[in-house]
């Protein structure tokens, strides 16, 4: 598998037809031409997993929309440079990730500490399982990997001269107990993100800052955070004493490292707007005196047959368990596909065997067909639609439209790959489970039609043509299933 800067093309030749790249931009409140500040290459920064348990399926949601800018930059003709982290330390359970003096201990403890003690092995070793789990999940889903996936733990220098620069500019303190915090008051234009304003961050609501005495004020946040005698695995000696840092300081000192004071985009779910995003933000601009990040984007949440997915109400589904019922784990990138990043989507079973039955389906489409050519309108129409703000429910119609018209078969083969290069969805496998006839595949499409006619007649009359030629044909929500008898 290649990674997207070994198989994109430059900037040149960029068809003006098809519109410019848009994606939704959180800050701006509204979806914006996005283009390389440099002319070429975009910068992207993905907010990665925190490796202490298996990615479920609303987290993979997340991870494609990396892939799916890449996937559109491709047909922008531009290049991109993606760099996502892997946080393997700093991420609390209290899952806000704000300062506080007691972090560290009790019901704020390190997620990966904790785990480290429910399964008895190092916190290390729960990081590199977990991490490995996270890639293989990826490449379940055609998820090409980023240029880098740096680790927060193997990056502590970066964070120490970051905090360094932060302090001596005045945006950072030392409190009392050694960790350092982020003076909030000092980013005149904090909440830009997720519209939240200091002053109506009262102490007490989301934050416990009011009986921290080592804060001055409530809403200040530490950048690393002082280590009680307790904590053994994970800390590192700083000129502040021995700590750890916040996993917000993570992300900015990994992302300007990698790839500069200016990033295109930044992505990662919705749920990290606030606090994560907002107080990166704030240390990024603090260190470089500048917007660094210039589009924030973020994806949607998901429920599993009408339920949040979380771990306390016994709903967490992974992409292991879409295996192990028998789907192609790409059945789940195409049911993220029928929706666009930015909305929530009910995932149920049903619709993931939907979406099993349609990549079956178009396989077998491909299937021993050559020859075709690309329809240069439907090319378009799909291309402005991925282009549009990532609109892959748009993009889908495109295929089906061209599935129902008269276009040969070689050239809706032709057009089905072409679109796949985009989706992602292995179309060109072949159909593994049955070998469907072209005929029976023909006689099962006009079936199709007439069914969506409502003539039943006709449907009844190509039911039996079928069953002459030794198929079965069923109708199930996915539409029609082909089995031999
Ligand atoms: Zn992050």
Redesign the pocket.
């Known amino acids: 598998m290649f990674g997207y800067g070994a198989i994109l093309g430059g900037g040149i030749g960029r068809d003006l037809r098809f519109g410019v790249m848009k994606l939704y931009d959180t800050r701006a409140r509204a979806a914006v031409d996005v283009a390389p500040h440099d002319g070429s290459t975009l910068t992207l920064y993905a907010?990665?997993p925190t490796v202490y348990r298996f990615a479920h399926v609303g987290n993979v949601r997340t991870f494609l929309l990396t892939d799916l800018i890449a996937r559109a930059a491709a047909l922008a003709s531009y290049k991109i440079k993606i760099v996502q982290?892997i946080?393997d330390v700093g991420h609390m359970i209290d899952d806000t990730g704000l300062g506080g003096a007691d972090e560290g201990q009790g019901d704020t403890e390190d997620k990966l500490l904790a785990q480290s003690r429910t399964e008895n092995k190092s916190a290390l070793d729960i990081a590199r399982f977990y991490e490995a789990a996270f890639h293989t999940d990826l490449a379940r889903l055609n998820i090409r990997p980023a240029n880098s996936y740096p680790r927060a733990s193997e990056t502590i220098g970066l964070m120490i001269t970051l905090i360094s620069t932060l302090i001596d500019r005045g945006h950072a303190y030392i409190g009392g107990d050694g960790s350092v915090f982020f003076d909030a008051r000092s980013c005149a234009d904090y909440g830009a993100i997720s519209g939240n304003r200091l002053d109506a961050l009262k102490p007490g609501h989301r934050f416990d800052g009011e009986t921290d005495p080592n804060k001055r004020f409530h809403a200040d946040w530490a950048l690393w955070k002082f280590a009680p005698s307790t904590r053994t695995q994970l800390v590192w000696e700083t000129p502040w004493g021995v700590g750890f840092p916040g996993?917000?300081t993570?992300?900015s000192a990994m992302s300007i490292d990698q790839l500069g004071d200016h990033i295109d985009i930044h992505t990662?779910g919705i749920d990290?707007r606030f606090p994560?995003?907002e107080d990166?933000r704030a240390q990024s601009n603090a260190f470089a005196e500048h917007d660094v990040v210039k589009h924030w984007v973020h994806a949607e949440h998901l429920l599993f047959e009408g339920r949040k997915m979380s771990k306390s109400t016994g709903n967490v589904v992974l992409v292991q368990d879409v295996i192990d019922r028998g789907f192609d784990p790409l059945a789940l990138r195409l049911s993220f596909l029928g929706s666009r990043y930015r909305t929530q989507i009910d995932l149920t079973w049903d619709s993931i065997a939907a979406a099993d039955a349609q990549l079956k389906k178009w396989r077998q489409r491909t299937s021993n067909v050559a020859g075709g050519v690309v329809d240069d309108s439907a090319k378009q129409a799909f291309t402005a639609a991925f282009l549009d703000d990532l609109d892959t429910p748009r993009a889908l119609q495109v295929l089906r439209d061209v599935e129902k018209s008269s276009m040969s078969d070689a050239d809706k083969a032709a057009f089905i790959l072409w679109a796949d290069e985009s989706l992602g969805l292995d179309l060109d496998r072949p159909a593994d489970v049955v070998d469907i006839p072209l005929e029976v595949q023909q006689l099962s499409d006009k079936r199709a039609a007439a069914r969506e006619a409502k003539n039943w007649a006709a449907s009844d009359e190509l039911r039996d043509q079928i069953a002459a030629l030794g198929w079965e044909v069923r109708d199930t929500a996915g539409g029609q299933e082909l089995s031999a008898k």
């Open positions: 907010c990665g982290n946080t996993w917000h993570e992300c990662g990290l994560h995003h990166e």
